[in-house]
């Protein structure tokens, strides 16, 4: 083998290195805190609340969540507008870097459909939060009443 040859051989690993730990570090730095989820009959869509926090560098895009709470999980959205409330699905949700986004009643939530016998007050579950880097991260979810207790 050639000088030349393991030059390239080594300056290829070199640079191949960050690209592969891209996905990790992204979620490495991202924490979810009062995670939990609202109890409510079968029938009835529960929605999931949280806050995401972006610690790292550069804006993450949140575009999904499963659970095996849930036989669908989807990103949702409530608004007020002129008086009017209105829920819609959101395809991604962007958390700026050193900033945090709170999924909370009345704003953007977790809108669980189908939900399993596992969301009972008192449980917890797991949900797996997706990200557009091909990334995800799993957090405890405590589940309460319909009143957030």
């Known amino acids: 083998m050639t000088n030349s040859s393991r030059f390239i051989i080594a300056a290829s690993l070199l640079f191949s290195i960050p690209f592969a730990s891209t996905g990790m570090a992204a979620t490495a730095q991202v924490t979810v805190t009062d995670a939990w989820m609202r109890a409510l009959p079968s029938s009835i869509p529960s929605g999931g609340y949280f806050n995401l926090h972006n610690d790292g560098p550069r804006q993450?895009?949140?575009?999904?969540?499963?659970?095996?709470?849930c036989?669908?999980?989807?990103l949702h959205k409530s608004?007020?507008?002129g008086g009017l409330a209105r829920m819609e699905d959101v395809?991604?949700?962007d958390?700026?870097?050193g900033g945090t986004v709170k999924f909370a009643p009345g704003g953007?939530?977790?809108?669980?459909?189908?939900?399993?016998?596992?969301i009972k007050p008192g449980a917890t579950i797991p949900v797996t939060?997706?990200?557009?880097?091909?990334s995800s991260i799993e957090a405890?979810?405590?589940v309460r009443n319909a009143s957030g207790k």
């Open 71 to 74: 036989g669908m999980l989807m």
């Open 95 to 97: 958390v700026p870097a």
């Open 91 to 93: 395809g991604s949700v």
């Open 140 to 142: 405890t979810f405590a």
């Open 60 to 69: 993450i895009t949140l575009i999904g969540a499963r659970s095996p709470g």
């Open 79 to 81: 608004e007020n507008t």
């Open 108 to 118: 953007y939530h977790l809108m669980c459909m189908e939900a399993k016998p596992a």
């Open 129 to 134: 939060l997706l990200f557009k880097d091909n």
